[in-house]
């Protein structure tokens, strides 16, 4: 379990941008760097999606919705990841959540995941 700690949130115009952050201040450095980091998104009444993921080394994955707009990074060694969103569109707009999930020494994605609290995103047209 990592504690994850969300911000940068808030409200834009369809078209704009926001930066979401990620931080898991309480975890040590090669803890974080057992996991993969990624973005998930629920809108009322919908099923909750993968945005987007990124492994240690920066390999990444979005759905298809998002790619071209958006882009995921993260910062090892001072434990953070990023969502930079780009041309947002009301549909966007969810509650955004951090996902930590654990692999083994091979990588291999493992069942232990942890969450944020997370982020509204409000994107107006």
């Known amino acids: 379990q990592v504690w994850l700690v969300e911000s940068g949130g808030g409200l834009a115009q369809a078209g704009g941008s926001l930066r979401l952050s990620c931080a898991a201040p309480?975890?040590?450095?090669?803890?974080?760097?057992?996991?993969?980091m990624g973005w998930y998104r629920q809108a009322p009444g919908k099923q909750r999606e993968l945005v987007a993921d990124i492994d240690r080394i920066g390999s990444t994955n979005y759905v298809d919705s998002v790619k071209g707009r958006f882009t995921i990074s993260r910062d090892n060694a001072h434990k953070k990841i990023y969502l930079q969103m780009s041309s947002l569109k009301p549909e966007d707009t969810a509650i955004y959540y951090c996902n930590a999930r654990k692999v083994d020494y091979t990588g291999r994605r493992l069942d232990d995941d942890s969450w944020g609290q997370g982020i509204q995103v409000t994107v107006s047209s």
């Open positions: 309480r975890a040590i450095t090669s803890v974080f760097n057992s996991h993969v």
